[in-house]
């Protein structure tokens, strides 16, 4: 009786024990989390964190989520849609209470499905019949600032860049004023007067700073400038040919404080006039058309390869051209140094080119990391291996494009179009400002204000070897002209690239730590390998049947021809054997196809009952193998008393 009552004890109090462990953990192990995944997709990036915990003022999340919908309709979609939540409940997390996250499933026709929309929400329709479904996020800041992702993309690409799409919209919230650049060009951006005495029209002012007004705020700094405006966010150094050493200066001080620096560099930039005399046209050609920042490439530990251009066989852009043969013509050619840049050639890691299809580069250099650079060197766009350095003299009158393919000779190694250099450096100019005189102590006795020597804070830079591709002639093309107006659409994702490169630098370090993160879906592969087999046979008999079909049709269509009009009986029983033999041929290779559809699902359910059988069992298996090694145990240890 007294072992009775004993038992039944312990058993209560372990009850008692069990719920109480379990509600201690609930309460105390709440923000525990353990990431078992490949590339830790549900772990925040620490730049995400820092992201996080930089926000200033509260801001509001709403996820739009039609889950109701969804589990009915699109039940493969619910997944997706709790990584989303999980991943914003870590920014929640990492906030210290700064963001404050609603959930919201929109019933038709409620408060909540009119507010959805009136905040820039798109649904979408399962089907022709059903209601529209809601899956997107909406910010809003203290300071009225909204952000909005319309319908979070299903596309497994863009699956990949989730962190940094909610990241950045969170940036985004936190840091509503747009963000100022500075330009500093040897180019003529704002358009020139011309010389209308001699019959020269003006340059109107590029589409480049049209585009970028509708994101950024800009000023064109002059190249002779002693000093950057104070209120720059993010400096871009487009052609820098013949700056003064001044300019260089501003450019290396920027550099070492860490600031966002946008540089296009040329080796041979076309729609650079140099330093042409303007009453002689035939001057331009012979003008420098090259960039020159070597002595701050080098200090950064990086070099724009001299006087070469780079080309590429496989990703020339196929144009019409004048043949130089003997007999004259036109002839369709890839031009090797027109460039069509698609996704095979973007670095997938990058938040700048991750989602980049389509660039358009003309006669771009070649970035190299120098031996004794100390500095990371990242590269973003990169040639095919059919790519070729060509001595920039080729292009200094009109380029035969003919010449060049025919000479080609490629290198057999993909070549650095576009790179991102970060780490600490030294000034390029380590006697500090060139040509200023030493100033004086303040009447406070205080040493005045120096230049940096060294990094205060690691580079922040994004270098392409192209300013060709800023030029609206390689990203738009016209498409119709009404009285006296053209219009224009949109051939490349040139501004797209500088747009990204600029939200990226200006995000500051934590946004560019970000990466791509890997697949949240794994498939069967096993199952993808049994089914990718079953398929070849299935092809291999469907074509093997086309073939005896054609094989047959011929046959007698040679029949009837063979005969004449009076053989008509027998050219019909021939058809009709011929007939029959088809009939059992389709027969015999219809049984055949479900042979191999049979036997393709009997590998899968066979495997599929496996694992089943697996998932079932292991867990009373290593139950029953670990009472089975305790009860030794504690037989081992009674049998040695």
């Not at 589409?207 to 002693?226: C, D, I, N, Q, R």
């Not at 576009?418 to 100019?429: E, H, K, L, P, Q």
């Not at 970000?514 to 398929?535: L, N």
Request: aromatic content about 8%.
């Amino acid at each position: 009786m007294n072992k009775l009552l004993l038992t039944l004890a312990g058993c209560g109090l372990s009850l008692v024990l069990f719920f109480a462990i379990t509600l201690v953990a609930n309460a105390s192990l709440r923000a525990a989390r353990l990431d078992l995944t490949e590339d830790k997709v549900f772990t925040l990036n620490e730049g995400s964190k820092a992201v996080a915990r930089g926000i200033d003022e509260p801001i509001n999340l709403y996820f739009y989520f039609s889950r109701t919908l969804a589990r009915s309709k699109v039940p493969g979609i619910v997944d997706y849609a709790d990584r989303v939540l999980g991943m914003l409940k870590e920014y929640e997390r990492s906030s210290d209470g700064k963001l404050r996250l609603s959930v919201i499933d929109p019933e038709p026709f409620s408060l909540e499905e009119e507010k959805a929309v009136e905040q820039g929400l798109q649904g979408a329709q399962p089907d022709q019949n059903s209601d529209p479904l809601y899956f997107g996020l909406v910010g809003t800041s203290a300071m009225e600032a909204r952000e909005v992702i319309p319908f979070f993309s299903l596309d497994e690409a863009k699956q990949r860049t989730l962190e940094y799409d909610l990241s950045k919209l969170i940036w985004a919230l936190a840091h509503p004023d747009k963000h100022k650049v500075g330009i500093l060009s040897a180019l003529p951006l704002e358009g020139s007067g011309g010389m209308p005495m001699m019959g020269q029209q003006g340059a109107p002012p590029w589409k480049l700073l049209e585009e970028m007004k509708a994101y950024f705020e800009y000023e064109v700094v002059p190249t002779g400038s002693e000093e950057l405006p104070a209120d720059l966010d993010v400096l871009m150094v487009l052609q820098p040919r013949a700056f003064p050493e001044s300019a260089l200066y501003l450019i290396d001080q920027w550099a070492l404080a860490g600031k966002p620096l946008l540089v296009f560099v040329d080796p041979q930039c076309d729609v650079d006039q140099g330093d042409a005399d303007p009453s002689n046209p035939m001057s331009r050609f012979g003008a420098a058309k090259d960039s020159n920042l070597e002595p701050l490439f080098k200090a950064w530990g990086i070099e724009l390869v001299k006087q070469m251009v780079v080309g590429d066989k496989l990703l020339g852009e196929r144009r019409v051209v004048q043949s130089q043969g003997n007999r004259g013509g036109q002839v369709e050619i890839p031009i090797v140094f027109y460039l069509g840049l698609t996704d095979a050639q973007m670095n997938k890691d990058d938040p700048i080119t991750r989602l980049l299809t389509n660039v358009a580069v003309w006669t771009p250099g070649s970035l190299r990391k120098l031996p004794e650079g100390t500095t990371t060197f990242t590269p973003l766009i990169q040639t095919s291996d059919q790519a070729q350095e060509i001595p920039a003299s080729r292009f200094q009158f009109m380029p035969d494009a003919q010449e060049l393919l025919a000479t080609f000779v490629p290198g057999y190694e993909k070549l650095t179009l576009a790179a991102r250099v970060t780490g600490n450096v030294s000034s390029a100019f380590p006697g500090g400002k060139p040509g200023a005189e030493p100033t004086p102590p303040t009447p406070e006795g205080t040493p005045p204000a120096a230049g940096l020597t060294a990094s205060s804070a690691p580079l922040n830079v994004v270098v392409f070897s192209d300013a060709d591709l800023l030029h609206e002639r390689l990203w738009t093309q016209e498409v119709a002209r009404m009285g006296g107006r053209s219009f224009y659409a949109i051939s490349a994702e040139n501004m797209d690239l500088v747009r990204n490169t600029i939200e990226s630098l200006t995000g500051g370090q934590e946004l560019m730590s970000i990466r791509s993160r890997g697949k949240t879906s794994r498939p069967f592969e096993r199952v993808q390998a049994i089914q990718q087999a079953a398929d070849q046979r299935f092809l291999a008999e469907e074509q093997e049947f086309q073939n005896k079909l054609k094989d047959a049709k011929q046959r007698l269509q040679e029949l009837q021809g063979a005969r004449g009009e009076g053989a008509a009986e027998m050219v019909t029983a021939a058809q009709r054997e011929e007939e029959a033999q088809l009939r059992e041929e389709i027969i015999a290779t219809n049984r055949a196809l479900r042979d191999v559809q049979h036997n393709m699902r009997k590998d899968i359910d066979g495997l599929g009952a496996r694992i089943k059988w697996l998932n079932i069992l292991t867990m009373p298996l290593l139950v029953s193998l670990a009472a089975i090694a305790l009860g030794l145990w504690n037989w081992y240890h009674r049998s040695n008393k």
